[in-house]
């Protein structure tokens, strides 16, 4: 499973000393885990799909915060939020699916 994979990377970070990947991977295991727990309620198992689910979810908030933080000019977060959109979008390369085409990825810049 990919997330078993991401789990193993989170170790790499960590050796790396790559504080803000290790916080936006933790915060992503942390969601999927509750989504299991979810599921595990069900009687459901959780798929890539799903764990794939969780990462759009989040790419999507960070790119409704970053349109937020830059109509109130709150260039500090607005940085953070662009680096954690970076993070997920690298993380959703390695899911087989595609994010929604409504939705075209962050393509980053400054």
Known sequence: MIVDDLRSKLFEYM????????DVLRF????VKNREIEF???????TDED????LRKEIKNRKENI?????LGRTELLE???????????????FPFELENSNP???GGK
Not at 51 to 54: N, P
């Open 15 to 22: 050796k790396n000393k790559d504080a803000l990947r290790v």
């Open 28 to 31: 992503y295991l942390n969601q």
């Open 40 to 46: 595990k309620s069900q009687h459901k198992e959780i």
């Open 51 to 54: 764990a794939f689910k969780v």
């Open 67 to 71: 349109e937020l933080y830059e109509k």
């Open 80 to 94: 953070r939020e662009k680096a954690e959109l970076e993070i997920y979008m690298e993380f959703a390369k390695l």
């Open 105 to 107: 990825p962050f393509r």
